[in-house]
């Protein structure tokens, strides 16, 4: 069993899987204090030893250390968490990298083609699992892997093997990222972008480093900042490869920035490009797959759009994509993504001025116990939307909102 206490286990691991040598992690611990502060630190070699130490878990860092060591990762003390917790196999439930660690002892070499493949393989199933998972469940399993690769940084490995190891770890923290943006947990999903946007450098990843920029043009696209959101889709397009997973979804993205912008040609000419993108493409072994474009999702992705252009014609669209989501024709039922269809045809209802169906709609997704914190705006905007028709089921909505997703935001 491990001794180390989790807090040691977390500075080591953060610092690694942002490839920072002890050294260097002094180094940032000074440039995050203050002058004053740092004219009171110990110099780089003494702090190096002193980090050596926190790190084997001998004594834990003071409250001083502990905000040096959170301004250093950029990420909140909250998330940095230098509780008193011992690691073991009862902190995520580490099933799936017992197995893992298992077939690296195994293997010839510190690291491994049969190590690699399966680290490779977790991550597609992670992946994979995001559509159907909570995000907080999600996350812990993502932070369990990450732990396990950051153990693996330090191993023996060919270069071949070093850059397989960063693209998973660039995986796993672009992942990670997704999901706390899920949970609305900020400065925590944009730490762990910029992980995934150094591994993807390290890795010369484009890819990853295209999925980094279109996850942030998401995040600020749902907080109302259209024309940033615009500009992080389009760059996101200059660096994915084209063609790929990431260039779609960035191309569709910007559709919907443009959307929000009120642009309607420039919306139209976006989602023309993802259907001739989309259209010789078939369907990937497994669609759930976060990154890798199932061309079904053009559909939901013109439904959205259209419906946020106040566009009659997502109407049609919207209930086509709701069908396909909640049947078992097509693979298993994708509820998660069926609550954010309905809020799609709540919309498009409302443009064809169906308010009372839109309001039922909307109704049946913020009660579906699926919705995350990330669309609770999408939820707020049709309630409010609603409440200017003066649609007779419009208190239940209201009431319904606050209970599962806190105050309605002021228009």
């Known amino acids: 069993m491990n001794d180390v206490p989790a807090w040691a286990d977390r500075l080591r691991a953060e610092r690694r899987t942002r490839l920072w040598s002890q050294k260097d992690m002094a180094v940032r611990l000074r440039d995050a ?11 780089t070699d003494s702090l190096r030893r002193m980090i050596r130490s926190w790190e084997a878990g001998a004594h834990r860092p003071n409250e001083l250390y502990a905000t040096l060591y959170a301004r250093a ?45 399966l680290l490779e ?21 993502v932070r369990q892997h990450l732990a396990y690769v950051c153990r693996l940084v330090d191993a023996k490995k060919t270069l071949a093997e070093h850059r397989r190891l960063l693209v998973a770890g660039g995986w796993l923290s672009l992942l990670a990222a997704t999901c706390h943006i899920d949970l609305h947990q900020f400065p925590a999903g944009a730490a762990r972008l910029r992980t995934a946007a150094q591994l993807a450098r390290h890795a010369e990843h484009r890819e990853i480093a295209a999925w980094c920029l279109e996850t942030e043009a998401w995040q ?24 790929s997973s990431a260039y779609i979804q960035a191309t569709a993205q910007e559709g919907r ?24 493409l078939p369907s990937p072994h497994r669609p759930e797959h976060h990154y890798r474009y199932d061309p079904a999702k053009s559909d939901a992705y013109t439904a959205t759009t259209l419906s946020w252009l106040g566009d009659p014609a997502a109407e049609p669209y919207a209930r086509q994509v709701l069908a396909r989501l909640e049947s078992t024709k097509h693979g298993p039922p994708r509820p998660r993504r069926a609550v954010s269809a309905r809020l799609d045809l709540a919309l498009a209802l409302l443009a064809s001025d169906q308010p009372d169906e839109a309001g039922h709609t909307t109704l049946t997704a913020i009660t579906s116990g699926l919705l995350v914190p990330s669309n609770y705006w999408r939820a707020a905007e049709v309630v409010a939307a609603v409440e200017r028709r003066r649609v007779p089921e419009t208190a239940e909505l209201r009431d319904a909102y606050q209970e599962l997703c806190g105050p309605l935001p002021r228009p």
């Open 257 to 280: 920035a443009w959307a929000r912008l009120g642009a309607g040609r420039e919306t139209r000419h976006a989602l023309d490009r993802v259907a001739r993108l989309v259209a010789p």
């Open 33 to 43: 204090a203050d002058a004053r502060t740092r004219d009171r630190l110990p110099q």
């Open 220 to 243: 600020v696209l749902t907080a109302g900042a259209y024309q940033r959101a615009l500009i992080l889709a389009q760059s996101a397009q200059r660096v994915a490869p084209r063609g």
């Open 73 to 117: 990762f950029g990420i909140g003390m909250s998330e940095l968490s230098l509780d008193n917790e011992r690691s073991g196999s009862a902190a995520w439930g580490d099933d799936e990298t017992d197995a893992l660690e298992l077939a690296q002892r195994a293997a010839a070499s510190d690291v491994g083609l049969e190590t690699l493949e």
């Open 121 to 141: 393989q977790a991550v597609d199933d992670l992946a994979v699992a995001y559509p159907g998972t909570p995000p907080a469940e999600l996350l812990g399993r």
